[in-house]
């Protein structure tokens, strides 16, 4: 049995929960507010995650009251504590190994940190956090496409001086063990993006190739790892690119993001590599906008179930 928060109780988490409930697949706990879930579908309230494993039917639900009531779309930065605690239960229990896996629904990091003082860009870092990870490697992945950013939530301004040696070393590192234990490809082939356009075209557009990834691909190359030379990133994710390699490692959020959405926004997974236990989630936010109208996908987040269950199956 997997375990699945709910996320903002404002956004479409919930909803998508029920929905992927319905569709059957692997069985899963949910984590949040029983309030909440009722109002898509019915939920059974249970104290332990065994009382959960009797359930039939309903959703079990490990209930943590919202403080506030829920208005779907508008976000009350009074139900944080709620929202933080939900993803530390699902944290234990996945640690523990009272749940095979913890499947997370989209928080929003803005009401997290307004309303609870959530010290973490997202829940990566505050699973690493929660874990004892040094570094968590958020990587997306679809049918077509993987995508690991090596800095992630930060201002484009603070990419070049974040970019050090070390993270992208440790980055890399995490990603080809990962690929190796967890999707079974014995001998991934890694694709690195440049910073700069054109990948600095020979240090006349910008010399962080040069000067900071190149090393570190000599070194790890040096121990047998498959890795390109930094690539021009507007030419490395078309269909012919992709085909040669398993995952392409880049140097910002949005420059792995922008392609991993727009191939496979509706079945795209987030998942973190490095943790002790398996961890996905789907590749969407909270979309305040459509919450509470009955058109949100469960898609991705049934890819995420279903990677969590064979990334689990892979692991034993
Ligand atoms: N794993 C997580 O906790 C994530 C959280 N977020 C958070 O979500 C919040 C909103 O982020 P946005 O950039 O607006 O992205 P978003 O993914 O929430 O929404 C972007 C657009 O896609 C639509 N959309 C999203 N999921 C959908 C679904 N399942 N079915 C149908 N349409 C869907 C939305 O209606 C919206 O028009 C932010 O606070 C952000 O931090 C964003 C990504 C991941
Ligand atoms: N843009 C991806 C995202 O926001 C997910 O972050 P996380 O909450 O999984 O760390």
């Known amino acids: 049995m997997l375990a699945l928060t709910l996320g903002d109780p404002a956004g479409i988490g919930p909803e998508i929960a029920a929905a992927a409930h319905a569709r059957g697949g692997h069985p899963f706990v949910a984590i949040g507010s029983a309030t909440v879930l009722r109002n898509f579908a019915d939920v059974a309230v249970v104290e332990t995650v065994a009382q959960a494993r009797e359930v039939n039917g309903p959703i079990p639900v490990l209930d943590i009251p919202t403080s506030v009531e829920v208005v779907f779309g508008t976000p009350d930065p009074r139900n944080a504590a709620g929202v933080i605690r939900s993803i530390e239960l699902g944290a234990d229990l996945a640690r523990s190994g009272q749940v095979s896996a913890l499947v997370t629904a989209p928080i929003s990091k803005k009401v997290l940190k307004d309303g609870g003082g959530f010290a973490y860009p997202g829940h990566t870092e505050f699973l690493a956090h929660l874990s ?10 679809g049918p077509d496409l993987r995508v690991v950013p090596v800095t992630i939530h930060i201002p484009l301004a603070d990419v ?3 970019l050090t040696p070390a993270l992208l070393e440790q980055t890399i590192r995490v990603t080809h063990a990962g ?3 967890d999707f079974a490809i014995p001998s991934p082939r890694i694709a690195i993006a440049g910073l700069n356009p054109h990948a600095g075209e020979g240090g006349v557009m910008g010399r962080q190739e040069i000067e900071v990834i190149m090393p570190v691909l000599n ?11 930094p690539l021009p990133a507007d030419t490395m994710f078309h269909a012919a690119a992709r085909a040669h390699y ?7 959020h949005d420059q792995a993001l922008i392609p991993l ?6 079945d795209g997974v987030n998942v973190t590599l490095g943790l002790p236990f398996v961890r996905t989630s789907p590749d969407h936010g909270t979309a305040f ?6 058109v949100a996908r469960p ?4 890819a995420a179930i279903a990677m969590a269950t064979d990334m689990v199956e892979r692991r034993r």
Do not use: Q, W
């Not at 959405?261 to 509706?266: G, R």
């Not at 906008?289 to 009955?294: L, P």
């Not at 898609?299 to 049934?302: C, N, V």
């Open 132 to 141: 004892g990870t040094a570094r968590p490697v958020m990587m997306l992945a």
């Open 160 to 162: 070049p001086a974040a």
């Open 179 to 181: 690929l190796i234990r």
């Open 219 to 229: 070194h790890l190359r040096a121990e047998g790892l498959n890795l390109t030379d």
């Open 246 to 252: 398993d995952v392409a490692i880049c140097m910002y």
């Open 261 to 266: 959405k727009t191939l496979s926004f509706d």
């Open 289 to 294: 906008d459509i919450a509470g109208k009955g």
């Open 299 to 302: 898609d991705s987040l049934l």
